[in-house]
């Protein structure tokens, strides 16, 4: 018997811990070794736990804006990330060279 599972993408920088009812699931993210348009992917997430967990925070700008998703086949997720890779969460690191963000180098 298979137990049904989602893969999930996140772009989060640090992924995300998804806690319902005393069970938990640690999520890839940005900063993950294996990424698919900017996103960390993350196989064999229980369905009902991603199911509840999406209940409860589908109003929240990270699942509204799409830097939170899940299919229940693997390929979709691969998709649904490279189609998203340009995306912002407003979280991506600065570019010291970038004059806009505010940022500059040190001067000697």
Request: proline share 3%; charged share 30%; with cysteine.
């Amino acid at each position: 018997m298979s137990k049904n599972t989602v893969t999930v993408g996140c772009k989060l920088p640090n992924g995300l811990v998804l806690e319902v009812g005393g069970r938990a699931v640690t999520l890839n993210g940005a900063n993950s070794a294996h990424l698919i348009g900017g996103h960390g992917i993350t196989h064999d997430v229980d369905a009902e736990l991603w199911a509840a967990w999406l209940e409860r925070h589908r109003d929240r700008a990270m699942v509204k804006n799409g830097f939170v998703f899940a299919h229940d086949k693997t390929a979709d997720t691969k998709a649904e990330a490279k189609d998203k890779s340009r995306n912002k969460t407003k979280l991506e690191p600065l570019s010291p060279d970038a004059k806009e963000n505010g940022v500059a180098t040190a001067d000697e």
